[in-house]
Each structure stands twice: as C-alpha cells, then as structure tokens.
DNA sequence: GAATTAAATAGATAGTTATCTAATTGATTA
DNA sequence: TAATCAATTAGATAACTATCTATTTAATTC
C-alpha cells in the first residue's frame, strides 16, 4: 500500500490534526476524548479524523459505541522515507509538469519558421538554450573539419564563428588541440 | 536551525509547490523557468517560492537579474528524522492540549461538591476515571487490612465491595493472596 | 422496546489561500 | 541615461476548509 505524497502532507497540514497525531502517538483514544482534550466539538474531531483516515495515518476500531482510533506508525514511517529519497518526490507527483517548456519558448522567440536563428539572445541562459539546439546537427563521435563545422552551423545563422566558438567554450563541442577538428562526445546516462 | 513541523507540512500541502520540490531535486531553476514548467505566472510562482523559503526547503541565489532557486536538502532530512521519532511529533506541536480534559469532565458529572460520588457510571472508560481518581487515597507500597481499605473507600460511595472488587480486577490494588492484606505498587517511569 | 449515548452526516459560515492582473522594484545592457 | 527584463509586491477574486449547530445513525443498557 503507498502512501500519496500530497493527501499524506494536506492531513499533516494543520494545527488540530497534528496535535492527534501527537495524542494518538501515545495512546489510542475516542472521539470524545479528543474532543475535550482539543477543547473542539465532536464534529470537529470527527472531520479530523476522516481526513486522517483517507492518508492512512489512523485507523478506528469499534468499542461498545466509541471509535477508538489508533496512529498507524507504519504511514509515518514509509512517508519519511519517500522524503529522504528524493526520488520519491520526483516520482510521485510530476506526472504533468513540462520540462521542456522554457527551452520552448525562448527557441519559439528566437528562431524563424524555418528554424534559422533570427537573433542571438543577450542572456546567457538564452543563449544556452539557443547552443543546444545547434548542437543537435552533430553526431556523436563523429569528426568534423572546420569547414564542415561552419558549414552545418551556416543553415543557422550567417555568424558561424560565434556559434562555433561558444559551443567550444561551453564544452559542448571538443576541437582538436591542433585546431583540425571537432567533435560532440558520446553521451551517457539513461 | 530547527525545523518547524506545521509550516514544514503546510508548505508541502500543495500539489504546485510539490512540484517545485521534486524540479527543484534535480537542478537549480530560476522564477520564470519554474513558471513556464508548471504552466503558471510568475507572481504565482514567487508566492509559493516564499512560502516554501519560509519554511526552510529552499533558497535564492541572485544571478543576473535572475534569483535562482534550489532545494535545502537538509530540511527534507531533518523533517524526515522527526517523523520516525514520534517524539518529534509530541513535543513540537502540543503546547496547548489538555490531556485531563476527558477525565475532569467525567469526575465533575459523577462527583459531588464534597468529592464523594454520586453514582457509578454505567459505561466502562467512564468508571475507569472514578477508580483512577479512588485510587489516590492509597499510598505506594503501603499494606491495608481489609478494614482499612473499606474505611478509606468509604469516603467516596458506601458500597465499598464493588470499589474494592474493580480496583483489583483492574490490577490497580493488589490483594495478598490469603486476602489478608492489600496495597497499591510504586510507581515507575518519570 | 424505550431511553441513552457516541459517532457520523448535513448544512452553514467565517477564515484562509492559490491564482490572476497590474504596478513597482532592482538589476543589466545599450 | 534610457530601455529592458526578471522578480516581487499589491490588490482582487474564487475556491477551499476548519469549525460550529442540528440532525441522523448505530450501538448499548434498563
């Protein structure tokens, strides 16, 4: 059974409910009692108590006509995990988030129909944006001559070597210490 | 720098600001990449960035004139290990409970002015707290004769027999086994 | 079976908050 | 210095929710 990140934080995100947390930590309880001990009407607790349920925090058993709710450690203790893991937040809950959707946009602005270059952004994270969708002409491990270089960037934009350059000096591209040729090394990773 | 635990869960109670974390788990991201990624104003955006800087799960870094954002992995972790200390939970948030509430509620239905008791509550958590309350006649470690012990409940309801009975059913005052002599046990724990 | 009692449900209300647009601030570039 | 750009602040609004009272349900006791 997993615990869902968002109705686990939405139950523990309040003052009342985190105090039965507390009180149910050391002791089961009924309805009543937390009541008074909350100073909070029945219904009140009850609505608490709901919501805790639905994130599996606590669970009721039925005692002549209590309810008496007890924590459930185990919701506790798998919730700190996924915190701890990082790539239990990653996960959970990022089902409809765009990545890309800013690389997007600033090649929407700066790119013509055609995917030429119109102008080169002032803002470096632009620019960046801008490089990567150049780089995507090279292949891998392949070799390249400067003519060739300046040839593929040219369907880009008419200043090939200011393409060629910064691509260089963010070492997207590796040039050959003796200047003969270039290169885009083979990526790793997933 | 400690963690408090209900801004800590009111920050995580949303499902954008939840996604800011898990983006923010991968690499560091300025206001308006965040806003283009979840499809969201920037303004939006700030206010939840605020929230969650509050709360200490993330930072800015001015750069530019943008304020890169990233994630204070630190507070995951410290949020994390108070879940699973359940101590964590008790102390931060219950300031203000009143654990006696229930009881006291009980003892003055079922009590007279004088202390003496007006009459058995029928229902078992409710008798309970009368014992309870009986209970503190007697000292710790202290033997009675059966005589004493019905002189002391006395004060309390003239059918001592049931006190008696229901006392030590519940293993609260011991009986010699021969029934010569009775006691309450020490105390132990804080 | 009638009376009692705890819990849950329904419905109402006041307080909170997530989001937006518009205006302001603060920093950078030309 | 003026123009540009990202971030924040201010103000407004719609959605949500914590709480209450009143009612209903379900279980127990006399």
């Given at each position: 059974m997993t615990v869902e990140l968002l109705p686990f934080f939405k139950a523990l995100a309040d003052a009342s409910r985190l105090k039965i947390i507390g009180l149910l930590a050391g002791q089961s309880l009924s309805v009543e009692q937390l009541a008074d001990m909350l100073d909070l009407r029945p219904p009140t607790v009850s609505h608490h108590l709901a919501i805790l349920a639905q994130a599996g925090l606590v669970s009721a058993r039925a005692e002549g006509y209590y309810s008496m709710y007890r924590l459930e450690q185990g919701a506790l203790e798998e919730a700190a995990r996924l915190l701890l893991s990082t790539e239990g937040i990653r996960g959970a809950v990022?089902?409809?988030?765009?990545?890309e959707a800013y690389d997007r946009k600033v090649l929407s602005n700066f790119?013509?129909?055609?995917?030429?270059?119109k102008t080169f952004p002032g803002q470096l994270k632009k620019f960046e944006v801008i490089l990567r969708y150049v780089l995507k002409v090279f292949e891998p491990g392949v070799r390249y001559s400067e003519r060739q270089v300046n040839e593929l960037l040219g369907q880009f934009h008419p200043d090939t070597a200011t393409l060629r350059r910064e691509l260089v000096s963010h070492g997207w591209l590796k040039r050959q210490s003796d200047g003969s040729s270039y290169w885009k090394e083979i990526e790793e990773g997933t």
């Open positions: 990022m089902a409809d988030v765009d990545l790119l013509t129909a055609e995917g030429r270059i």
